[in-house]
């Protein structure tokens, strides 16, 4: 039977032309999503960052500040600056000057403190450039008017080291009144009670020695005392104990207060440190802090009561920001230049009083004045007093300062000294600041990054007469980073969780967080987040907020700043698309830390305020992401540093990135403690005083929307891949477990006939051996001399030349026209099927075997495929049925190159193994065109060979078992053919097979899930369409999806670890089922060492081959047999019997 038109054949493009434009439709809308998102990005649109509370908000406003008294015209007259002081000094010599054994600039100070973290980093950098460091160190309990000692071991060991002097400095700071408030009460009490004023000087003592330290600083303030007799008596009892044991006693004054009788009090100290700062302070009029006018004045007068050789002159490192009718805050001078480049303020040098100024709005609206000192007014009031002859030179404070100072701060800078060895002024022109210790502004754990390193440039006038920095423009700011806090916490904690959203923890933290009422802040990584849309969208809406954490999880620090930028607005634009509303919270992978010090911490701060976003850190971390971490350890690290620091309430946790079912078993208990505690859960937004809104603003923008649909589109098709990736993998799992247990089982049952099989043959009905040729003639005659050799007694061979071009039908002629068992006949061309069915028509046995014209047997073949038909129908047991169609073992007999050894390794592993297994449930869908026998009834039932399709042996196989017979496989008739030697011919071959093998199923597509016809329409139909077409079609994207992993995953060890173990896995299995199937078939396991390459490549070829018969279905072109050219090269059949 032949039919005019193949299957999937059609004249009109209808069809193919509609694939084409859907296919075109969806590429463009997929590459239309590309620019989209570009476009989105590109124009980085970002929400406006909300101003936070200003400072002054929490300072006191001033309704009558201060007025420092002014010079009268008489003290103008007498000091009329620097300047004036130093060439008057050079005309009348050294009238002033005391002489003294001490040299008059032997000591340069400064005073340390612990409670900012750039007092340390100055100490370390600049101790080199001290001789002697007055730390705040000691400290007066107000409860019990006892000492307290309060020692930095860092910067006791630094200091040691380094052999400067340590001169601890003792205050009367009560900070239950304030921060920096001096309680005179204290010293009252202690003053006036021999007993409590006895132990302060033992303890004194005690500590000093303790901790080997040189002397004493006395930094009493605020006195209540009605006169100085008993603050003198204190210092002379001090002076007394102290001074014996060869420490120094060293004390505190400042200018025009009257509680100090400087003349009494220098008979009691070693050095008296002249606080020659703050003419104008913080709850004063704006103004100089250290006028030089003024230093002069407080000087002179000083001097004239004590030697100014005992003076140690302290100059400022800091400045005041005074708001309008606001109590000024202390600046220092990394600060006071961050405000002037966020104003855009123009910093003016006065070269009267040499201090620095500027105004500036804020954000509220609100004027500021502000003034500070830098190393240019620190140079001159340093000349100044080495010039007058004091002991020397104070800084207040190491961490304020101008790092200018350092360049000079270790000479002499009078005038004799400028002359023998002078100063390089242009040092001082230009400044390289550090990228790491930043200045931070106020306290909180959310970070806005005020200003960035900076190179600072300076433009200089100096008066060369008098040696003095006379005028100073501040072309760019030198800054470095500095850090404003917001965010203090009040009996407040706040829960964040970062790395998510997963599917497996973050449901089960939102579930515990609505059961316990409790906000919480999610800090969510884009990829994540892409991967889980549902879980991000469930997110937004229970009212969570949501910051951004990167799209990959990189090392901010480590990254490109264009890769770190698109890291950023990547997630941000995500979020946008998927909840509505934009962040301006951030926090950057490995670096959450609320204090920042590194350039490593401190690089990923500064990214994010240029790319308009708050850094939210945290100073309670319980580190929930170690490995084989408890839920008792999260919870009991989170208390302690809680309790350790009450001050401090943001909470990092984390909710993905790795088992986190410690932290959701700890968060409950977590949640209670506080709660119990009465301490209050709350949110970013609250904590800095803003709304949900302000600081995750709605969105409202087409481009966003899109974007929405596009990550939605892309979500589903991911998960859609993904799913039907893990589906395939699950099912091809499946697969091989059930074929494995049926080949064996088959195995099993096929043992039954092995003695039966072992006899000879009762009868033996005629048969016909049916040899189809197209342009065969290197084949040809060898097959037909190797058919002669069965020993089968009752066989004819029908030889059929389908109009072949070359010289086959002669060659056969010639070699077999005299040999009875041979018939030989030629046709016009008219495709495989037909000669066959030609074959066919001119026999009348009752059985045929086909086989191809490139194909050798084993001389026992014949026989073996006739004993399914004779004996399997006589034993009882297994599937009951006749034998319609016999399928034979076919391998591969020209192993001379990978390509054929690729192929040998298939028919064994894939074909030969699967018929194997479907022959135990009558669901074997190919008789293989090289050797398969058939009962004639069966054919013509089924309507003999079919030219509708290019696989007519799949067809003929499915349309037999429709009618009822049995397909049964023999893997003792062994057949041996010519495979493939090139790539060309390889895929002209299985193009032919998976081609016909589609258009088998789609002709017999009604037989699918029909349980009428059993195990071929429950079974072995829904196997072709599984396995051979659905999930081929899908397995490139897997492959793609294991490039991507590799690629996205090169940098994380775990999840290639992860994918290597997935992979070999896989190939295990496959090595197992290829080894069962070996095994079987008796082949030789060294083979195997060929199934390695071919799985990296021969899958491959076989995607090609499946879209290129996919796209020809589509097209609907009539399809040829095609022309395979031989070779020749299958090795001779051995004649013994097979095993």
């Given at each position: 039977?032949?039919?005019?038109?193949?299957?999937?054949?059609?004249?009109?493009?209808?069809?193919?032309?509609?694939?084409?434009?859907?296919?075109?439709?969806?590429?463009?809308?997929?590459?239309?999503?590309?620019?989209?998102?570009?476009?989105?990005?590109?124009?980085?649109?970002k929400?406006?960052?909300?101003v936070?509370?200003?400072?002054?908000n929490?300072?006191?406003?001033?309704?009558?500040?201060?007025?420092?008294?002014?010079?009268?015209?008489?003290?103008?007259?007498?000091?009329?600056?620097?300047?004036?002081?130093?060439?008057?000094?050079?005309?009348?010599?050294?009238?002033?000057?005391?002489?003294?054994?001490?040299n008059?600039?032997?000591?340069?100070?400064?005073?340390?403190?612990?409670?900012?973290?750039?007092?340390?980093?100055?100490?370390q950098?600049?101790?080199d450039?001290?001789?002697?460091?007055?730390?705040?160190?000691?400290?007066?309990d107000?409860?019990?008017?006892?000492?307290?000692?309060?020692?930095?071991?860092?910067?006791?060991?630094?200091?040691?080291?380094?052999?400067?002097?340590?001169?601890?400095?003792?205050?009367?700071?009560?900070?239950?009144?304030?921060?920096?408030?001096?309680?005179?009460?204290?010293?009252?009490?202690?003053?006036?009670?021999?007993?409590?004023?006895e132990?302060?000087?033992?303890?004194?003592?005690?500590?000093?020695?303790?901790?080997?330290?040189?002397?004493?600083?006395?930094?009493?303030?605020?006195?209540?005392?009605?006169?100085?007799?008993?603050?003198?008596?204190?210092?002379?009892?001090?002076?007394?104990?102290?001074?014996?044991?060869?420490?120094?006693?060293?004390?505190?004054?400042?200018?025009?207060?009257?509680?100090?009788?400087?003349?009494?009090?220098?008979?009691?100290?070693?050095?008296?440190?002249?606080?020659?700062?703050?003419?104008?302070?913080?709850?004063?009029?704006?103004?100089?802090?250290?006028?030089?006018?003024?230093?002069?004045?407080v000087?002179?007068e000083?001097?004239?009561?004590?030697?100014?050789e005992?003076?140690?002159?302290?100059f400022?490192?800091?400045?005041?920001?005074?708001?309008k009718?606001?109590?000024?805050?202390?600046?220092?001078?990394?600060?006071?230049?961050?405000?002037?480049?966020?104003?855009?303020?123009?910093i003016?040098?006065?070269?009267?009083?040499?201090?620095?100024?500027?105004?500036?709005?804020?954000?509220?609206?609100?004027?500021?004045?502000?003034?500070?000192?830098?190393?240019?007014?620190?140079?001159n009031?340093?000349?100044?007093?080495?010039?007058?002859?004091?002991?020397g030179?104070?800084?207040?404070?190491?961490?304020?300062e101008?790092?200018?100072?350092?360049?000079?701060?270790?000479?002499?800078?009078?005038?004799?000294?400028?002359?023998?060895?002078?100063?390089?002024?242009?040092?001082?022109?230009?400044?390289?600041?550090?990228?790491?210790?930043?200045?931070?502004?106020?306290?909180?754990?959310?970070?806005?990054?005020?200003?960035?390193?900076?190179?600072?440039?300076?433009n200089?006038?100096?008066?060369?007469?008098?040696?003095?920095?006379?005028?100073?423009?501040?072309?760019?700011?030198?800054?470095?980073?500095?850090?404003k806090k917001?965010?203090?916490?009040?009996?407040?904690?706040?829960?964040?969780?970062?790395d998510?959203?997963?599917?497996?923890?973050?449901?089960?933290?939102?579930?515990?967080?609505?059961?316990e009422?409790?906000?919480?802040?999610?800090?969510?990584?884009?990829?994540?987040?892409?991967?889980?849309?549902?879980?991000?969208?469930?997110?937004?809406?229970?009212?969570?907020e949501?910051g951004?954490?990167t799209?990959?999880?990189?090392?901010?620090a480590?990254?490109?700043?264009?890769?770190a930028?698109?890291?950023?607005?990547?997630?941000?634009?995500?979020?946008?698309?998927?909840?509505?509303?934009?962040?301006?919270?951030f926090?950057a992978?490995?670096?959450?830390?609320?204090?920042?010090?590194?350039?490593?911490?401190?690089?990923?701060?500064?990214?994010?305020?240029?790319?308009?976003?708050?850094?939210?850190?945290?100073?309670?971390?319980?580190?929930?992401?170690?490995e084989?971490?408890?839920?008792?350890?999260?919870?009991?690290?989170?208390?302690?540093?809680?309790?350790?620091?009450?001050?401090?309430?943001?909470?990092?946790?984390?909710?993905?990135?790795?088992?986190?079912?410690?932290?959701?078993?700890?968060?409950?208990?977590?949640?209670?403690?506080?709660?119990?505690?009465?301490?209050?859960?709350?949110t970013?937004?609250?904590?800095?005083?803003?709304?949900?809104?302000?600081?995750?603003?709605p969105?409202?923008?087409?481009?966003?929307?899109?974007?929405?649909?596009?990550a939605?589109?892309?979500?589903?098709?991911?998960?859609?891949?993904?799913?039907?990736?893990?589906?395939a993998?699950?099912?091809?799992?499946?697969?091989?477990?059930?074929?494995?247990?049926?080949?064996?089982?088959?195995?099993?049952?096929?043992?039954?006939?092995?003695?039966?099989?072992a006899?000879?043959?009762?009868e033996?009905?005629?048969?016909?051996?049916?040899?189809?040729?197209?342009?065969?003639?290197i084949?040809a005659?060898?097959?037909?001399?190797?058919?002669l050799?069965?020993?089968?007694?009752?066989?004819?061979?029908?030889?059929?030349?389908?109009?072949?071009?070359?010289?086959?039908?002669?060659?056969?002629?010639?070699?077999?026209?005299?040999?009875?068992?041979?018939?030989?006949?030629?046709?016009?061309?008219?495709?495989?099927?037909?000669?066959?069915?030609?074959?066919?028509?001119?026999?009348?046995?009752?059985?045929?075997?086909c086989?191809?014209?490139?194909?050798?047997?084993?001389?026992?073949?014949?026989?073996?495929?006739?004993k399914?038909?004779?004996?399997?129908?006589?034993?009882?047991?297994?599937?009951?049925?006749?034998?319609?169609?016999?399928?034979?073992?076919?391998?591969?007999?020209?192993?001379?190159?990978?390509?054929?050894?690729?192929?040998s390794?298939?028919?064994?592993?894939?074909?030969?193994?699967?018929?194997?297994?479907?022959?135990?449930?009558?669901?074997?869908?190919v008789?293989?065109?090289?050797?398969?026998?058939?009962?004639?009834?069966a054919?013509?039932?089924?309507?003999?060979?079919?030219?509708?399709?290019?696989?007519?042996?799949?067809?003929?196989?499915?349309?037999i078992?429709?009618?009822?017979?049995?397909?049964?496989?023999?893997?003792?008739?062994?057949a041996?053919?010519?495979?493939?030697?090139?790539?060309?011919?390889?895929?002209?071959?299985?193009?032919?097979?998976?081609?016909?093998?589609?258009?088998?199923f789609?002709?017999?597509?009604?037989?699918?899930?029909?349980?009428?016809y059993?195990?071929?329409?429950?079974?072995?139909?829904?196997?072709?369409?599984?396995?051979?077409?659905?999930?081929?079609?899908?397995?490139?994207?897997?492959?793609?999806?294991?490039?991507?992993?590799?690629?996205?995953?090169r940098?994380?060890?775990?999840?290639l670890?992860?994918?290597?173990?997935?992979?070999?896995?896989?190939?295990?299995?496959?090595?197992?089922?290829?080894?069962?199937?070996?095994?079987?078939?008796?082949?030789?396991?060294?083979?195997?060492?060929?199934?390695?390459?071919?799985?990296?490549?021969?899958?491959q070829?076989?995607?090609?081959?499946?879209f290129?018969?996919?796209?020809?279905?589509?097209?609907?072109?009539?399809q040829?047999?095609?022309?395979?050219?031989?070779?020749?090269?299958?090795?001779?059949?051995?004649?013994?019997?097979?095993?």
């Amino acid at each position: 039977m032949t039919g005019s038109k193949q299957i999937f054949q059609t004249n009109s493009k209808w069809r193919w032309r509609t694939f084409q434009w859907t296919g075109r439709l969806i590429i463009f809308a997929i590459i239309l999503m590309v620019p989209v998102v570009i476009i989105t990005l590109a124009r980085g649109i970002k929400p406006g960052l909300p101003v936070l509370a200003s400072e002054i908000n929490s300072m006191h406003h001033v309704a009558n500040p201060v007025i420092p008294a002014g010079m009268n015209a008489k003290e103008i007259k007498k000091y009329k600056g620097f300047n004036e002081y130093l060439a008057a000094r050079e005309k009348i010599g050294n009238l002033k000057v005391n002489t003294s054994s001490v040299n008059a600039s032997e000591i340069r100070a400064a005073f340390y403190v612990d409670w900012d973290p750039q007092s340390f980093f100055s100490l370390q950098k600049n101790i080199d450039k001290l001789n002697m460091v007055v730390p705040e160190w000691f400290f007066i309990d107000p409860a019990t008017d006892t000492l307290r000692p309060d020692i930095d071991m860092n910067a006791l060991k630094l200091m040691k080291k380094n052999k400067v002097k340590i001169i601890a400095l003792i205050n009367n700071i009560n900070e239950r009144l304030g921060a920096g408030e001096f309680d005179g009460n204290i010293i009252h009490r202690i003053l006036n009670n021999p007993a409590k004023k006895e132990r302060l000087i033992n303890d004194m003592v005690k500590y000093i020695r303790q901790y080997d330290l040189q002397g004493i600083n006395i930094d009493f303030e605020e006195f209540k005392e009605k006169g100085d007799e008993s603050i003198i008596a204190f210092q002379k009892e001090l002076y007394e104990r102290l001074h014996p044991m060869g420490l120094i006693v060293t004390q505190d004054i400042m200018p025009y207060n009257e509680d100090f009788n400087i003349k009494e009090l220098a008979k009691y100290n070693d050095y008296m440190f002249l606080m020659a700062y703050d003419e104008h302070y913080s709850n004063s009029v704006p103004g100089a802090i250290s006028s030089q006018q003024w230093i002069e004045k407080v000087l002179d007068e000083t001097a004239s009561e004590v030697p100014s050789e005992k003076i140690i002159v302290c100059f400022a490192g800091y400045g005041y920001d005074w708001p309008k009718n606001t109590e000024a805050t202390t600046v220092t001078y990394q600060q006071a230049l961050s405000n002037a480049k966020q104003f855009n303020a123009a910093i003016d040098f006065n070269n009267d009083n040499y201090n620095n100024f500027y105004n500036y709005t804020d954000a509220d609206s609100i004027n500021h004045e502000v003034c500070f000192l830098d190393a240019a007014t620190n140079f001159n009031t340093i000349r100044f007093a080495d010039e007058y002859g004091t002991a020397g030179t104070a800084l207040w404070r190491l961490g304020s300062e101008d790092e200018r100072l350092w360049s000079f701060y270790t000479r002499s800078l009078t005038r004799q000294s400028l002359q023998q060895q002078p100063f390089d002024f242009n040092t001082l022109k230009f400044v390289t600041t550090p990228t790491a210790s930043p200045d931070y502004i106020g306290d909180g754990e959310v970070l806005n990054v005020m200003t960035v390193p900076q190179s600072g440039k300076l433009n200089l006038e100096i008066d060369s007469s008098e040696g003095l920095i006379a005028e100073q423009q501040y072309v760019q700011l030198p800054t470095k980073y500095v850090i404003k806090k917001y965010g203090n916490v009040h009996k407040q904690v706040i829960l964040t969780f970062d790395d998510g959203p997963d599917p497996e923890y973050t449901p089960q933290v939102l579930d515990i967080l609505n059961r316990e009422k409790v906000p919480a802040t999610f800090f969510v990584v884009g990829m994540e987040a892409e991967n889980n849309l549902p879980l991000l969208k469930r997110i937004a809406a229970e009212g969570y907020e949501i910051g951004n954490h990167t799209f990959t999880h990189p090392n901010i620090a480590a990254v490109s700043t264009e890769r770190a930028a698109t890291e950023m607005e990547s997630t941000r634009l995500l979020i946008e698309a998927v909840t509505g509303r934009s962040t301006v919270l951030f926090r950057a992978p490995y670096n959450a830390d609320a204090e920042p010090t590194t350039e490593a911490e401190l690089k990923p701060i500064a990214l994010s305020k240029e790319k308009n976003y708050y850094t939210v850190g945290e100073s309670i971390d319980p580190n929930d992401w170690e490995e084989g971490v408890t839920a008792d350890s999260v919870y009991e690290r989170t208390i302690h540093q809680y309790e350790s620091n009450p001050e401090k309430g943001i909470i990092l946790l984390h909710d993905a990135g790795g088992n986190r079912q410690a932290t959701v078993d700890a968060l409950p208990r977590i949640i209670h403690y506080f709660k119990n505690k009465g301490i209050q859960f709350t949110t970013v937004a609250n904590l800095i005083g803003k709304t949900k809104d302000e600081v995750m603003p709605p969105v409202h923008n087409n481009l966003v929307q899109l974007n929405g649909k596009i990550a939605s589109f892309g979500y589903w098709f991911e998960h859609f891949i993904t799913a039907a990736f893990w589906v395939a993998i699950v099912l091809g799992f499946i697969r091989i477990a059930i074929m494995a247990i049926m080949a064996g089982m088959q195995k099993m049952r096929s043992n039954i006939y092995e003695q039966v099989y072992a006899l000879p043959l009762k009868e033996s009905p005629a048969v016909s051996i049916i040899v189809p040729a197209y342009n065969e003639e290197i084949n040809a005659v060898k097959t037909i001399e190797n058919l002669l050799q069965q020993d089968y007694p009752n066989f004819d061979i029908v030889f059929i030349d389908d109009g072949s071009k070359d010289k086959t039908y002669n060659r056969v002629l010639d070699a077999f026209y005299e040999n009875s068992k041979v018939k030989i006949l030629t046709k016009a061309n008219g495709g495989k099927a037909s000669a066959l069915n030609f074959g066919i028509s001119q026999t009348d046995c009752q059985y045929v075997i086909c086989i191809d014209a490139d194909t050798q047997l084993k001389s026992d073949a014949v026989t073996q495929l006739m004993k399914r038909f004779i004996v399997v129908e006589s034993v009882k047991g297994g599937i009951e049925g006749v034998v319609g169609a016999v399928a034979g073992n076919v391998k591969v007999g020209n192993e001379n190159t990978i390509l054929t050894k690729w192929q040998s390794i298939e028919y064994t592993t894939a074909q030969n193994f699967d018929r194997r297994a479907f022959d135990l449930i009558n669901g074997i869908t190919v008789v293989p065109g090289a050797i398969g026998a058939f009962k004639k009834e069966a054919i013509e039932k089924a309507g003999g060979f079919t030219t509708d399709t290019l696989a007519e042996d799949c067809d003929l196989t499915i349309r037999i078992l429709r009618n009822g017979y049995r397909v049964v496989n023999c893997t003792e008739a062994v057949a041996v053919t010519e495979a493939p030697e090139t790539l060309k011919q390889f895929m002209k071959q299985r193009f032919r097979w998976s081609y016909g093998i589609m258009q088998s199923f789609w002709k017999n597509r009604d037989a699918c899930f029909n349980p009428k016809y059993k195990a071929l329409g429950m079974v072995a139909l829904p196997n072709i369409l599984l396995f051979q077409i659905i999930l081929p079609i899908l397995a490139p994207l897997a492959d793609i999806m294991l490039i991507i992993s590799l690629i996205w995953n090169r940098h994380n060890s775990a999840s290639l670890h992860k994918i290597e173990l997935y992979y070999i896995i896989f190939f295990a299995v496959d090595i197992f089922v290829s080894v069962i199937a070996f095994v079987f078939e008796k082949e030789k396991f060294s083979k195997l060492i060929w199934l390695i390459p071919q799985r990296f490549v021969y899958r491959q070829l076989m995607y090609v081959i499946l879209f290129k018969a996919i796209s020809k279905a589509i097209k609907g072109e009539s399809q040829g047999w095609g022309i395979l050219k031989r070779t020749g090269n299958v090795k001779q059949v051995s004649t013994s019997t097979a095993t």
